[in-house]
């Protein structure tokens, strides 16, 4: 049992520092993502402690949308999930420091919530402390 509470106190102690060394942003303006020669929506996506950027991204229905999805962490892993229910479920997981591509062709507008649902158990999720953002499909 003391083992537990000492774990326990530790995780906290690193979640509390983590988490004042780097709060999540502001919501910033949406991001147009322009369509380019060959038809193919490309936007690169910051991944940072508790935070995307842009994370208000719009795109268009219909045509491809190609995310460079690049994690600035050191230490810390994320992930993008989007709709994962929904007709477009995307859901990728990146390493901390790491790029990863993914595609996909959104067909319905709307706007769909995307966030990282990574935690270290007990503590709230990347979610939970503010990692979340708008995919608009128009």
Not at 31 to 46: E, L, N, S, Y
Not at 60 to 79: D, F, Q, R, Y
Request: proline share 9%; charged share 15%; glycine share 6%.
């Amino acid at each position: 049992l003391l083992y537990m509470l000492a774990i326990f106190w530790l995780l906290t102690l690193i979640d509390v520092t983590i988490v004042h060394a780097a709060e999540p942003s502001q919501s910033g303006p949406p991001v147009m993502i322009p369509v380019a020669a060959d038809g193919v929506q490309r936007a690169t996506v910051t991944l940072d402690s508790y935070s995307y950027s842009p994370n208000h991204s719009i795109v268009e229905a219909g045509k491809p949308v190609e995310l460079t999805l690049t994690s600035v962490t050191t230490i810390i892993p994320h992930n993008f999930i989007k709709d994962p229910a929904g007709s477009l479920s995307v859901e990728q997981d990146i390493s901390a420091g790491k790029t990863v591509t993914i595609t996909f062709t959104p067909t319905q507008p709307g706007i769909f919530p995307i966030y990282c649902d990574k935690r270290l158990w007990p503590l709230p999720s990347h979610r939970d402390k503010g990692m979340e953002g708008k995919l608009e499909v128009r």
